[in-house]
């Protein structure tokens, strides 16, 4: 084929409107046929990962594999990328009774000063592959970096803005949850699927334990799986706390992480602020483009576009943590300031979901204290009960974890919430009872004449029932 009927053919095909995909491959063919014989294929160059992609070639793949990366760390093909530079291999010593040439040329491609690729030939004819075609190559190569560059920036800005609007769609409905349970919900299934990552972790700040608990997970990972990533995204947190949000594109390059490389692929860990205060993390894993079967890495695109997301999580978390408040306050018993029923059986269903989730042990405790006044003490009967609920209700408190739930749910009874009671074991009744029993000695000394009884029913999550209505029914068995 004529040089010049072949620049014609081969502009006349990136011009033709076709699919890029469509015309690359055309074009590629087009090239092959042109050097005479051989392999043709344009290598797209991902900065972010540094590794190369092919993204058309001549070379036939027996199953249809949207896209083969490789790294590009010591490759003739980077060298040129780098050096700005084609780069011809060609023989220079072969048999007499050779024939036939081998050559392969490296092509740099650049679009508006920027590296996005490379073409590659590996050409086979009796003549090689001459200076004069070298040139010709170089040349249509610079049309087809242009085509090229062109069609990835109006892809990038597209998908930029498809994601963009699909986040702000997400982000009304997001910040408009106030029910903390339903927001996370929401959240972690969102970002899953917008930035088309496989798994999403949220914790958020227990200011009583002062500790960041994983509050919502979403995917579909293996209960042995989630422990491994749990324990990567702790890792992740415990970095992000101390300095700036967290883009790890390869994990297995970063010998800092240890066993856990193995967890995951890649990640993004962002913090959620509000306030002044990091309010918890927001941490999503591994991405796995629609249109592919294989794991990519995340980029420093996606971590901007995750960013913009997190802004609306940052935004609901902190109203729903002041509507949590306004809300708790309006069910605060006025005696104890103890919660009262109904945050209690809210927050029972609650903690009771995320036993089931994370397969952990949960106790159910109820209380019920009995004030007994002696009948020459009666006329102030009323008083002395509530004093003594007061102190009762103190000394529970006091005795629990920071993270237990304690509220007192009637007259003369108080309900505890203890999570994270892995042997399931009644320890605490006793250290109630021993309290209770020291309280009541200091009111006896103030006030004569009176007897106070505490006695104990308990729901062993899930020995004793698997949802809140059958371990409210058991925990209310008076047993101890």
């Known amino acids: 084929m004529a040089e010049e009927t072949f620049i014609s053919k081969a502009g006349d095909i990136l011009r033709s409107g076709k699919p890029i995909e469509e015309s690359l491959k055309e074009w590629c063919d087009s090239v092959s046929d042109f050097i005479g014989e051989g392999i043709v294929s344009v290598l797209l160059f991902d900065q972010d990962s540094d590794d190369f992609f092919i993204k058309a070639s001549t070379c036939k793949f027996r199953y249809n594999i949207p896209e083969i990366y490789f790294a590009s760390k010591g490759s003739l093909e980077k060298l ?115 930035m088309e990552a496989e798994a999403c972790i949220i914790r958020l700040l227990d200011r009583e334990t002062g500790k960041y608990s994983i509050r919502e997970y979403y995917g579909s990972k293996t209960e042995a799986e989630r422990k491994n990533m749990f324990l990567l995204d702790k890792k992740a947190v415990a970095r992000v706390l101390k300095g700036e949000p967290l883009l790890a594109r390869n994990l297995s390059e970063d010998k800092s992480w240890g066993d856990l490389s193995d967890a995951a692929r890649t990640l993004i860990c962002l913090p959620l602020r509000g306030g002044g205060d990091i309010l918890g993390t927001v941490t999503i894993i591994d991405k796995l483009p629609h249109k592919s079967c294989f794991l990519s890495s995340f980029t420093s695109k996606d971590m901007e576009t995750f960013s913009r997301f997190a802004q609306y999580v940052e935004k609901a978390v902190s109203n729903s943590i002041v509507y949590s408040r306004n809300d708790e306050m309006r069910n605060l018993d006025g005696l104890t300031g103890l919660p009262t029923l109904k945050y209690f059986r809210d927050r029972l269903m609650n903690e009771v979901s995320r036993a089931k989730r994370f397969g952990r042990r949960l106790v159910l405790l109820v209380c019920e204290v009995r004030v007994r006044v002696h009948a020459e003490s009666s006329i102030h009967s009323g008083h002395m009960e509530d004093q003594v609920i007061r102190q009762v209700a103190k000394a529970i408190r006091g005795t629990l974890r920071e993270y237990d739930v304690v509220a007192r749910i009637s007259d003369t009874k108080f309900g505890m919430i203890l999570p994270e009671t892995d042997n399931g074991n009644m320890s605490a009744v006793n250290r109630i009872n021993k309290a209770i029993t020291a309280e009541v000695e200091q009111i006896r000394q103030k006030i004569k004449d009176t007897a106070v009884d505490a006695r104990f029913g308990y729901a062993v999550f899930p020995d004793d029932g698997d949802d809140q209505e059958k371990l409210i029914f058991q925990s209310n068995i008076i047993k101890v």
């Open 80 to 194: 040129a990328l780098t050096e700005r530079r084609a780069i011809v291999l060609e023989e220079r010593v072969f048999p007499d009774e050779s024939r036939r040439r081998g050559a392969a040329m490296m092509v740099p491609l650049f679009s508006q000063n920027e590296p996005i690729g490379v073409l590659v030939l590996h050409a086979v004819s009796e003549s090689g592959l001459s200076r004069k075609r070298q040139f010709v190559i170089s040349e249509v190569a610079k049309f087809l970096a242009d085509v090229v560059g062109s069609s990835i920036r109006e892809e990038s800005v597209a998908l930029r803005m498809t994601k963009m609007s699909a986040i702000n769609e997400a982000g009304i409905n997001i910040v408009s949850t106030l029910d903390i349970a339903k927001l996370l919900k929401l959240a972690s299934a969102t970002a899953c699927m917008i």
